[in-house]
């Protein structure tokens, strides 16, 4: 069974860090690029951050650029979202996807090309 579970949600105050990670299992996870979406309520999903399979590649919204950092282990089955400088705008649910791209070098940046989705995790950034 294909599975990804995040962790590492919480409260925290604005300017704080939190590391979101993303564990997945029934995947051979080196063949999938990962992504972490957002949404707030009232608000559709936004991709927020993207990695290709090989981890050279990444990609990050502007609304997070220098903030968030995306990464993974493929030793480890895991990716993991380093958020920095946290705003009240960043809470939201967080999702962690896979997508089969046969590419090894770029990652998709819409959210229908991502065939696996975790739970969520819940982010409260508070002022």
């Known amino acids: 069974q294909v599975q990804l579970d995040e962790s590492g949600g919480g409260l925290v105050q604005a300017g704080g860090s939190l590391r979101l990670s993303c564990a997945a299992s029934?995947?051979?996870?080196?063949?999938?690029?990962k992504a972490w979406f957002r949404q707030a309520p009232g608000k559709e999903r936004e991709l927020v951050a993207a990695i290709s399979r090989n981890g050279d590649s990444t990609y990050h919204a502007d609304s997070v650029k220098g903030r968030f950092t995306i990464s993974r282990d493929n030793v480890k089955n895991t990716v993991y979202l380093q958020m920095n400088s946290l705003k009240t705008d960043d809470t939201a649910v967080y999702y962690c996807a896979a997508s089969p791209t046969r590419s090894g070098t770029t990652s998709p940046r819409l959210a229908h090309e991502y065939t696996v989705w975790g739970q969520g995790t819940q982010v409260t950034v508070s002022s």
């Open positions: 029934g995947l051979t996870f080196g063949f999938w690029a």
